[in-house]
């Protein structure tokens, strides 16, 4: 299991798996009162390696991670980091959308991937990579196919991997991990303070706007 989300009583786990070939993800539904398995969706071999899933908007969202490592035994990339998505899903787990992420951000993750995602309460998803302690606050873009990055947040003692809005209560926590030590770190983050950047007006030319 890669990382999971508690809705109405049932916990939706993730899970995919990395690092064999070719790549295979599901989501595995377990009632939380008793921790019995009650459901499963299988992507059977998808867009890559499933690593986090959130519920938002009436709509379910998940990372489909692709990485530059070499997995040991194999000569070719697993899945190269550039072919990493964030979906959105209807009720039945089907795809109605996807994005891209910024390619910057990408840099950051490799050789590894996006490993955590979470929709914040500042209507804003946000995203890890594999081993950095930053968060990076993103927007669904108006137009286009790649998300909009608007900040990234430091994360002390954050080691990558997942991370979860805790929006029980009216001071909402980030919760995150550190692997080496085996933690959950909580962390309370100033996030309305966060300015969407100044983004280049999409202009329509009609005749006579045009150069050859």
Known sequence: MDSGVVVNDKLYAVHSNYDESPMESSIEVFDTRT???VDTYSFGIYRGSL????RHDGAWWAGFA???QVPAGETKPYGETYNTQVVK??????VVESWT???????????????GGSWGPDGRLWLTGHDLGEAYVMNVPSAGSELEWA???????VEGQGIAWDRSSNRPT?????????????FTVPYSSISDPNAANWQVLGPGHFQQ
């Open 51 to 54: 690593t986090w899933l959130d």
């Open 89 to 94: 899903m209807d009720d039945k787990f089907q």
């Open 35 to 37: 921790m019995r398995h």
């Open 174 to 186: 980030l919760w995150a991990i550190k692997r080496s030590t085996k933690q959950a770190l909580s």
């Open 66 to 68: 692709n990485y530059d």
């Open 151 to 157: 900040a990234t947040v430091t994360l002390p003692n």
């Open 101 to 115: 992420i910024p390619k910057t951000i990408l840099d950051r993750f490799k050789p590894m991937s996006n490993s």
